[in-house]
């Protein structure tokens, strides 16, 4: 199965680690420049993701930064998991 993970965090990137090692050919997605070059070069900064881990399931390219959605017909799945923000701005906290 072709996977797209949106989201290389802390939730994203196990996520998508396990994907692949299970056999599923995984492209990940995130518009922060910093985590997209770290993974390219197999660096990892998720606990439960170690670099060896990284390295040894491997990534497609990611998608470009610009309008991955012009790719959703590529997959047979698109996971799409980024930070909700209250109201009041602050990261982590979610109100109905």
Avoid at 4 to 23: C, I, N, T
Avoid at 25 to 47: A, F, K, M, P
């Amino acid at each position: 199965m072709d996977v797209a993970v949106a989201g290389q965090g802390y939730v994203g990137l196990p996520l998508a680690a396990r994907a692949a090692e299970v056999g599923h050919r995984v492209v990940g997605y995130d518009v922060d420049l910093h985590r997209i070059n770290r993974l390219t070069t197999g660096q990892s900064y998720v606990e439960d993701v170690t670099s060896s881990r990284l390295r040894a399931v491997g990534f497609d390219p990611f998608l470009p930064r610009a309008e991955p959605w012009r790719r959703l017909p590529d997959f047979d799945a698109f996971v799409f998991r980024t930070r909700r923000r209250a109201a009041t701005g602050a990261v982590g906290t979610a109100r109905p």
